[in-house]
């Protein structure tokens, strides 16, 4: 088992930045994969990024390539997801996930889930 607890999310102006936090706990954080997906109202949860556990990263196309960094301290059994120039379409719940293996794109590849955060970015 693993149990992950997000944090970081707020309210912040288009433009700004934040970082949130996915804290692993259970299972050895350092050989498990991390994604970051996130879920807008009335919209399906949509994958944001992926790393893996020798730090390799994967990212949603477009989206967010260039403007969102995620990274991982296996030291702190923690993944982060940095996010710079938010816009008010990223506004939505951002959860952490985890598997064995490599990061996919597809969520129902993901056993172990977060609560989530929520992110609001106003224009």
């Known amino acids: 088992q693993v149990q992950l607890v997000e944090s970081g999310g707020g309210l912040v102006q288009a433009g700004g930045s934040l970082r949130l936090a996915c804290a692993a706990s259970g299972r050895t954080f350092s050989r498990a994969a991390m994604g970051w997906f996130r879920q807008a109202p009335g919209k399906e949860r949509e994958f944001v990024a992926g790393?893996?556990?020798?730090?390799?990263?994967?990212y949603a196309s477009d989206s967010v390539k260039g403007r969102f960094t995620i990274s991982r301290d296996n030291a702190r059994n923690t993944v982060y997801l940095q996010m710079n120039s938010l816009k008010a379409e990223d506004t939505a719940v951002y959860y952490c996930a985890a598997r064995d293996f490599l990061p996919t794109m597809n969520r129902e590849n993901y056993p172990y889930w977060g609560r989530g955060t929520q992110v609001t970015v106003s224009s």
């Open positions: 790393i893996s556990r020798s730090g390799s990263s994967l």
